[in-house]
């Protein structure tokens, strides 16, 4: 098993950064990547980021790129994701995924998620 506990959310103004974590326990591989998705109120759940542990590829939405980064620190089992920029349209629940990612923007990749954050952006 795999457990996954996300933190940093929180109000921040449009414009504004914050810097979400995941921290991961339990049985992991280092071929696994890890995955950020959101979803806002009355949509579907989306991709946002993902890295590989090991080889540190990564994989943005285009609607973030150039304004968030995902990054890894394998000695502390965490994973980050910088938001820079923030939008009124990123206000969503924020949720960080464990999994084999053969795309690593597909949901169904990953079988372990944590609870959610809550980032909520004011404009």
């Known amino acids: 098993q795999v457990q996954l506990v996300e933190s940093g959310g929180g109000l921040v103004q449009a414009g504004g950064s914050l810097r979400l974590s995941c921290a991961v326990s339990?049985?992991?591989?280092?071929?696994?990547?890890m995955g950020w998705f959101r979803q806002a109120p009355g949509k579907e759940r989306e991709f946002v980021a993902a890295?590989?542990?090991?080889?540190?590829?990564?994989k943005y939405a285009d609607s973030v790129k150039g304004r968030f980064t995902i990054s890894r620190d394998n000695a502390k089992n965490t994973v980050y994701l910088q938001m820079n920029s923030l939008k009124s349209e990123d206000t969503a629940v924020y949720y960080c995924?464990?999994?084999?990612?053969?795309?690593?923007?597909?949901?169904?990749?990953?079988?372990?998620w944590g609870q959610g954050t809550q980032v909520t952006v004011s404009s």
């Open positions: 995924a464990s999994g084999w990612g053969v795309t690593m923007r597909r949901s169904d990749e990953y079988p372990y």
């Open positions: 339990g049985r992991t591989f280092s071929y696994y990547a």
């Open positions: 890295v590989k542990w090991s080889a540190g590829n990564t």
